[in-house]
């Protein structure tokens, strides 16, 4: 069975969670990270009664504490160590506890992947502890948490937003290095332009479907490099940057899906030595 299914799930589940949280929340104090009223029924939700052990030496999430623009928070999810056949992070789970939806992603990497790391940009609709949790391919979960001072992200009016249609979809691959050398890991960004609504923005028009990625798969030469089911807790314009490991000559592909069941495909051919397009 696909894991997007079960994501879906656990989004529907979770906003009626932290809805009920909600109604008793000290909204300005930093809570116990362990003892969270809104984590204790998402751990549940998500991961039942698996132990969920502490991420220092596996993964480590990196972002501002508190934030002046709480719709495009930047945020990054460092592993400590490289992917390999033998260990590697298979799955991440990045949770924004507060959220009207908690589960802002669930990522997939493989070992091709040379590194897991993930950085994106979220919104914030309250003060909220950030969880990002990793899954190894023994089945061991770690977790890393940051509580961050931002407020009013999803909410936010999202007219600032509003893409022409025929923009809508059009991405590109940008990469920090200035050319690629096979069997390295390369860092790269895809960018997406997307309104990523929010349907809880305060100017949107309640008689349409809110409409906003819901999944994003990166493969090379068709094998899988990075893919992730996410929702309207990433911001506009979605940026996602991770790591990947050619082996040679190959095509670098991102297929990006909607709500709007839109599907967006770009492509870009890799050569060892080739200039890449930068910032």
């Known amino acids: 069975m696909s894991i997007a299914l079960p994501f879906m799930r656990w989004i529907l589940a979770l906003l009626l969670a ?36 502490d991420g220092k030496d596996v993964i480590h999430v990196y972002l501002n504490t508190r934030a002046i623009d709480a719709t495009t928070v930047p945020l990054s999810v460092k592993a400590q160590f490289d992917q390999t056949s033998e260990r590697y992070i298979k799955l ?6 507060r959220n009207p939806s908690p589960a802002a992603g669930l990522f997939h ?40 001072k931002a407020a ?21 691959f940008k990469f920090v290095e200035e050319s690629l050398e096979y069997n390295k890991p ?17 100017d949107f028009d309640e008689t349409k479907v809110p409409r906003f990625v819901r999944s994003v798969k990166v493969t090379f030469d068709g094998k899988p490099v990075m893919s992730g089911e996410v929702d309207f807790s990433i911001s506009d314009n979605p940026s996602f940057r991770f790591f990947f490991k050619p082996p040679h000559e190959g095509q670098l592909e991102a297929i990006v ?18 200039p890449l397009p930068g910032g």
């Not at 991440?92 to 506890?97: D, F, G, K, R």
């Not at 009016?157 to 809508?168: A, D, F, M, S, Y």
Request: hydrophobic share 35%.
């Open 92 to 97: 991440l789970y990045l949770i924004v506890e």
């Open 257 to 274: 899906e909607d709500t709007h069941d839109q599907q967006y495909v770009h492509r870009m051919t890799i050569t060892e030595g080739t």
């Open 109 to 148: 990497f493989t070992p091709d992947s040379g590194r897991a790391q993930l950085e994106t940009r979220l919104r914030f609709e309250d003060f909220s502890f950030v969880r990002a949790i990793a899954e190894t391919n023994d089945g061991k979960l770690y977790m890393s948490t940051r509580w961050v």
């Open 186 to 202: 390369a860092l790269v960004q895809l960018m997406i332009r997307h309104p990523n609504e929010s349907a809880l923005a305060s």
């Open 152 to 172: 009013g992200g999803c909410s936010a009016p999202g007219e600032r937003n509003r893409i022409p249609p025929h923009l809508v979809g059009q991405m590109r």
């Open 18 to 53: 932290a809805t009920a949280a909600a109604a008793t929340a000290n909204e300005n104090a930093e809570p116990d990270p362990a003892k969270s009223q809104y984590w204790t029924p998402i751990r549940q939700m998500m991961f039942g009664d698996r132990e969920i052990l």
